[in-house]
């Protein structure tokens, strides 16, 4: 039996590791429980994009979240290069959605009148620009990129060193990390929640499961309810190549370390053990059209992964009523609300409820006796 740590996170990926990192800066003792690196981490296979854009048709109250997340990150960035020394390469100077012919161009241009439209959504000024006007941002694009929308708030990061980092400032907080304990059950008596795994029974006076899609498994010991529907993407990376891509896209970006990355696959199946070549060269193929100058380069690896996705799109934020102290935190977007995560959600856990007005719109309960229908725009 352990000592009694104050808040207890199941889970040490991306949103696990922000959620704790900002309890550990607010002084609290926390405890971060892993299956470590042989679960299917999306941390590990994500494509780095801090993104407003496209994020919450459907749920106006998504879009404001995305922006408050999106106006964080400098300072997420630079409290994690002060405190560990690394620098996560933070670049936020806008991100395009590029189009490849009129037909796209025309289904964007009516994809974005209705995120304006949407009443209560925020002003993130979203707009549709020709190709002409793309090429003074993107010299390089091809003939076939008919345009495309822009938005400011738009940028990417280094993942991996982000997710370092996190880990790193663990460290430094005292925060103690457990790799290799997976929960198997959750229970709460006398007051405190008892954590069992294969080495032991943990306590803690709070629990927030930040377990990705093993949190379907999990809520329920704890009276919650997290309805996941992930799904699979697959990425390519090519050898470095002189800087040419100063924005992220949607589906391309150069890295600090001059690779580019490419992917927007999204497929049912959800085995990342192999590769489909067909979809990697419809990827390769579009991307190709987007800048001719990457037919040139070799592709040096690729892989897939498993996307954590509630089964809107949507994040999942709750606490439950019949155990007092549990939260649940679900989410696809884990990079670009990773600084709301750090500040606002590790606040809430710590003061010991979330703010009304986060769960009355990110709560779990909106699925009841509702169909699941993905309109994140993940």
């Given at each position: ?261 490419i992917g927007d696959s999204m497929e049912d199946e959800l085995d990342d053990r192999a590769l489909k070549l067909p979809i990697s060269a419809v990827m390769a193929e579009r991307a190709q059209r987007m800048f001719p ?86």
């Open positions: 039996m352990s000592g009694e740590y104050e808040v207890a996170v199941v889970g040490g990926g991306l949103l696990g590791s922000a959620i704790a990192w900002g309890l550990g800066r607010l002084g609290k003792r926390v405890a971060v429980f892993d299956e470590g690196d042989i679960t299917k981490r999306a941390s590990r296979a994500n494509f780095a994009l801090i993104w407003v854009q496209s994020k919450g048709l459907g749920m106006p109250a998504y879009t404001l979240w995305t922006v408050r997340a999106s106006e964080a990150w400098g300072r997420l960035a630079s409290e994690l290069k002060q405190q560990t020394g690394l620098d996560v390469s933070l670049q936020q100077n806008g991100g395009f959605h590029l189009a490849l012919g009129e037909a796209e161009f025309g289904r964007r241009s009516d994809f974005v009148k209705r995120m304006h439209n949407q009443a209560g959504a925020a002003d993130y000024r979203m707009e549709m620009l020709s190709a002409s006007e793309v090429q003074k941002s993107l010299p390089l694009i091809g003939p076939d990129v008919a345009g495309g929308s822009y938005c400011p708030l738009d940028g990417h990061v280094n993942s991996l060193r982000t997710f370092r980092a996190f880990h790193t400032g663990f460290k430094a907080f005292g925060i103690d990390y457990f790799p290799g304990h997976p929960i198997s059950a959750i229970s709460k008596s006398g007051g405190e929640f008892r954590l069992t795994t294969p080495q032991g029974e943990f306590r803690a006076a709070k629990v927030v499961l930040a377990a990705g899609n093993a949190n379907q498994t999990l809520a329920p010991m704890v009276g919650l309810h997290a309805p996941m529907g992930p799904t699979r993407g697959q990425i390519v990376v090519t050898e470095r190549t002189m800087p040419f891509l100063p924005h992220p896209l949607t589906t391309l970006r150069q890295t600090d370390e001059g690779t580019v990355m100058h990457l037919a040139r380069l070799n592709v040096v690896r690729s892989w897939a992964g498993i996307r954590v996705m509630p089964q809107d799109g949507f994040p999942i934020y709750d606490q439950s009523e019949t155990h007092p102290g549990a939260f649940v935190a679900c989410c696809h977007s884990g990079v670009t609300l990773a600084s709301n995560h750090a500040f606002e959600i590790a606040r809430m856990v710590a003061a010991g409820a979330l703010e009304p007005e986060l769960v009355g719109v990110f709560s779990a309960s909106r699925f009841s006796g509702a169909g699941a229908v993905n309109n994140s725009g993940y």
